[in-house]
C-alpha cells in the first residue's frame, strides 16, 4: 500500500499526551504526531466530527504545550476502554505550528 500521508510523522517521547483547554482533563497519550495532527489513544470519549481546543504537551527538553483546535477525523473504541483516534490540526498559531515542525525534524533526526 502506498503512503499517501503528505506530512512526516514522528512518534513523540513517551508521556508526551493531549489536554483539552476546556475541561483540563487528559484527552489521551499521543501515539504520532504530524505538522497535519496526530494519533491519540485515551480513555475519554471522543468520536468523528468532534472539535477540541487542546494543549498538545510534547515531553522533549524542555518540555513543549502548543495550543491548537483539532477535529477528530475518525476513532477506534476498544473493548479494552480505549480509545484510538486521528485527530487533524484546524488551528495553530505560526509560532507553534514552527515549534512543532522544528520537534518533529529533531524527532525525525
Not at 51 to 68: A, C, D, G, T
Request: aromatic residues 6%; negative net charge; contains cysteine.
Amino acid at each position: 500500500m502506498t503512503e499517501k500521508r503528505i506530512n512526516k510523522r514522528v512518534n513523540p517521547p513517551d508521556g508526551s499526551i493531549v489536554v483539552n483547554q476546556i475541561n483540563g482533563k487528559v484527552l489521551g497519550k499521543i501515539i504520532d504526531v504530524s505538522a497535519g495532527g496526530f494519533l491519540l489513544a485515551g480513555r475519554e470519549k471522543y468520536s468523528a466530527g468532534m472539535i477540541f481546543q487542546l494543549n498538545l504537551i510534547l515531553e522533549v527538553n524542555p518540555q513543549v504545550s502548543l495550543s491548537v483546535g483539532a477535529e477528530c477525523i475518525w476513532s477506534d473504541p476498544q473493548t479494552s476502554g480505549l480509545t484510538f483516534g486521528g485527530f487533524q490540526i484546524i488551528d495553530i498559531s505560526g509560532q507553534d505550528n514552527q515549534t512543532l515542525n522544528d520537534i518533529i525534524d529533531q524527532i525525525d533526526h
